[in-house]
């Protein structure tokens, strides 16, 4: 699965991994419900999530505190077309000004329930939650468990890192192999899988029913062939520095397509810079980061294939 990952993941960016090397499902970016009152969900919001060609299902993720507006959006979404619907409990910035959302809602495990409850009601096709491994300790996952198992939830995604950590330290797929165990509930593993060798250890050692790839996809978008075996599972640094100039040079003119002016389209393309890491690119990378132009941008590109 190619994860979602929020200001990257949009319908282009998902197209052209799609058509690249098509990984078994793509999520979308999170969509925001709440404020308190209901709000129609924006034409745009309705537009990238509208199924993908090539039959690669799309699930669309819901993240939000309020269990009838989310019900309410995931109506609206599958009236739209979509079919697979996923809950955030993940998220580490989880709290608005005044209720807790994403992974913040860990510490209200009673309304995180009742959210589930009113999706499950209303979601006809599957449905699915991401979740942390807890919000400060990681045992926290194993007493919410029982009630995943029972609400009628599809399939868990598990990121077996707390919410307080973020993003440091390492994924504990120990975690993932222990809920794998105690839940009858299949369990996708999520985090720090980088390589093919960390995907097929992961999946060896935990028993999980699937890998959720995010920034490892973006460092390197022909991981997805390498877990399959169609693509060397070491890459040097030219196929990094290869992988990199493709993913940039084709998402290019499908955001020139979409954006408003070469300061949206920059800004897209700088967005991906942070999950690049094709060795000998630092400078480069900066003078991307810097540039102020398209043609710039292109030139930095040219150079990046010459490498």
């Known amino acids: 699965m190619l994860a979602p990952m929020q200001g990257l993941t949009n319908r282009e960016l998902r197209s052209l991994y799609i058509d690249w090397v098509r990984p078994d499902v793509v999520f979308s970016e999170f969509i925001r419900i709440g404020g308190g009152k209901r709000q129609a969900l924006r034409p745009a919001v309705l537009r990238d999530v509208a199924p993908h060609e090539n039959s690669v299902p799309l699930v669309a993720q819901l993240i939000g505190h309020q269990p009838e507006l989310l019900a ?25 000004t005044s209720s807790a ?6 510490r209200q ?3 995180a329930l009742a959210i589930i409850e009113a999706l499950r009601k209303v979601v006809t096709g599957s449905f699915s939650v991401k979740l942390r491994a807890g919000y400060e300790q990681p045992q926290e996952l194993f007493a919410l468990l029982p009630d995943l198992a029972d609400s009628g939830v599809d399939f ?11 993003f440091t330290g390492r994924a504990d797929h120990s975690i993932t192999a222990e809920a794998v165990k105690s839940s009858p509930l299949p369990i996708i593993a999520n985090g720090d ?9 992961v999946l060896a050692t935990s ?9 490892g996809a973006l460092a390197d978008p022909v ?9 060397a599972p070491i ?10 100039g493709a993913l940039l040079g084709r998402l290019l003119p499908r955001y020139q397509e979409r954006y408003c002016g070469q300061t949206q389209v920059l800004a897209k393309l700088r967005s991906l810079l942070p999950y690049l890491h094709a060795p000998g690119c630092t400078t480069l990378f900066a003078q991307m980061k810097k540039a102020k132009t398209l043609e710039t941008f292109k030139n930095c590109l040219r150079r990046l294939e010459d490498m």
């Open 72 to 96: 309410e959006a995931a109506r609206t979404l599958q009236d739209a077309g979509v079919t697979h619907i996923n809950l955030n409990l993940g998220c580490p910035f989880g709290r608005t």
């Open 101 to 106: 959302i994403g992974g913040e809602l860990l």
């Open 109 to 111: 495990p009673q309304q």
């Open 156 to 166: 868990l995604i598990l990121h077996p890192r707390t919410v307080v950590q973020q």
């Open 193 to 201: 899988i980088h390589t093919a060798e960390d995907g097929r250890q």
């Open 207 to 215: 028993g999980a029913a699937g890998l959720m790839i995010g920034r």
């Open 223 to 231: 991981l997805f062939d390498s877990l399959r075996g169609r693509a």
């Open 235 to 244: 890459r040097s640094p030219q196929l990094q520095r290869q992988g990199a």
